[in-house]
């Protein structure tokens, strides 16, 4: 995992100022990233069609990113805009942090209620939901009805799996609940998990910034693009884009799991050793990070690693199936098979991974015991899970539709308004 982080390393730093030079040699020029464009549109043949797109988003990706750094005087301009337009009543980038700072207290607000709610009304919670899934599946089936045959064959389908699936598992919700109760409140023990969990969403921002720095000039260059000249010598490297695509969800996954593995290593210090992990910031919320970067880290990399190529997979033939080149029914079976089974691999990693934070076991070790919980348990295990993540699912949704109207309200009483370029970037 190391020697791929250095890898993407050197990308960034051999073709990066190569394109950077490209760009701004052709800026200097008069600009051709149009004919650019439009020769890569053209550009297809057989198998064309996909590298084409996507040379056509790389050539667009590396105007965004490094357009605006190749002419000072271009940056001059643009503060003079924003300067002689700042009397027009709108202050688009402080209104808008002024929103998310807003809108980030509300949603902290309503999600630790809601996990107070959780724990006393956990039972009830799920009730709510299987009750939810039967209303929301009824208002999809009736709005069907309208639209077409097929859509509403679909809904009255959908209300009646979700009636029967209602019906089935009412007995298990007391079991389910108890299981609810018990985690919410390791949680909320250790509300100190929610700076891991909010570290790591600023830690996959900055990955996401970093490999686009990184991938879109390695594409650019081994592709022999050339703003100026208006044309791309090769098509894209399909095994350079596929690793490429492999890195990204790699380390995305990496994170994701290494927060999964702590907050399962804090869950069971709790259930075990209750006094050394019982404060905001008990010292298993530090122990278990620590565990989870280190002795687990090569676990979680090995089950991230099968879950990235599984979805790199999936990119690459969603791509190739929607750029029209053919085969489209089997590209698109073969994308529902990938992604089943990228689904598969995901919901076993999320057993695993709690086995190797609770236990310290490795993936290999934590997956065979995996296999036998299933064996043992059956469909147990499964509905449990599956009736506690309906309720996150519903806390979920409206925690964000609480946050949503409350940023609506504010933004219309204190008359917050976002410009047309504003609106255009979120639109594009």
């Not at 790199?312 to 033939?317: F, K």
């Amino acid at each position: 995992f190391y020697l791929h982080l250095i890898g993407m390393v050197a990308c960034a730093g051999v073709y990066a100022p190569q394109m950077f030079t490209n760009i701004a040699a052709n800026m200097d020029n008069g600009g051709g990233e149009r004919e650019l464009l439009d020769s890569s549109s053209m550009s297809g043949n057989n198998h064309g069609l996909v590298t084409s797109r996507l040379m056509s988003w790389v050539v667009g990706a590396s105007q965004q990113i490094f357009g605006g750094l190749s002419s000072t005087s271009l940056l001059s301009n643009r503060a003079l805009e924003e300067e002689n337009d700042a009397n027009d009543g709108t202050n688009d980038f402080n209104d808008l942090l002024l929103l998310l700072s807003i809108s980030a207290i509300v949603a902290c607000v309503i999600s630790s209620l809601a996990l107070t709610v959780m724990i006393s009304h956990a039972k009830g919670m799920i009730m709510c939901s299987l009750v939810f899934n039967i209303l929301a599946s009824l208002v999809f089936m009736i709005g069907a009805f309208f639209v077409s045959p097929f859509g509403a064959i679909m809904g009255i389908f959908l209300v009646a799996f979700n009636a029967y699936f209602a019906y089935v598992v009412w007995g298990r919700i007391p079991f389910a609940a108890c299981n609810l109760a018990t985690a919410t409140s390791a949680v909320k023990a250790n509300l100190g998990l929610s700076f891991v969990a909010y570290s790591s969403l600023i830690t996959m921002f900055c990955w996401s910034a970093f490999w686009l720095v990184s991938a879109v000039p390695t594409i650019y260059i081994t592709s022999g693009c050339d703003a100026q000249a208006g044309a791309c010598e090769n098509e894209a490297n399909g095994l350079v884009v596929f690793l490429l695509l492999v890195s990204f969800y790699w380390t995305y996954q990496v994170i994701q799991n290494t927060v999964h593995v702590t907050v399962a290593g804090v869950v069971g210090t709790w259930w075990y050793v209750p006094i050394e992990a019982s404060s905001f910031c008990s010292r298993s919320i530090g122990d278990s990070y620590f565990r989870s970067l280190t002795y687990s880290f090569g676990s979680i990399c090995l089950g991230s690693l099968i879950v990235a190529i599984v979805e790199s997979l999936v990119t690459m033939v969603r791509n190739l199936r929607e750029s029209g080149d053919g085969g489209s029914v089997f590209l698109c079976i073969a994308e529902c098979l990938l992604a089943l089974l990228r689904d598969i691999i995901e919901y076993f990693n999320t057993w695993a991974f709690t086995y190797v934070g609770v236990y310290g076991y490795s993936f290999i070790e934590a997956g065979k015991n995996v296999m036998s919980l299933f064996k043992t348990r059956g469909w147990t295990t499964i509905i449990t899970d599956t009736l506690a993540q309906s309720v996150l699912s519903l806390v979920s949704v409206g925690v964000g539709l609480i946050t949503g109207i409350t940023s609506l309200i504010i933004s219309y009483t204190h008359g917050m308004v976002f410009g047309d370029e504003l609106g255009a970037s979120a639109a594009a």
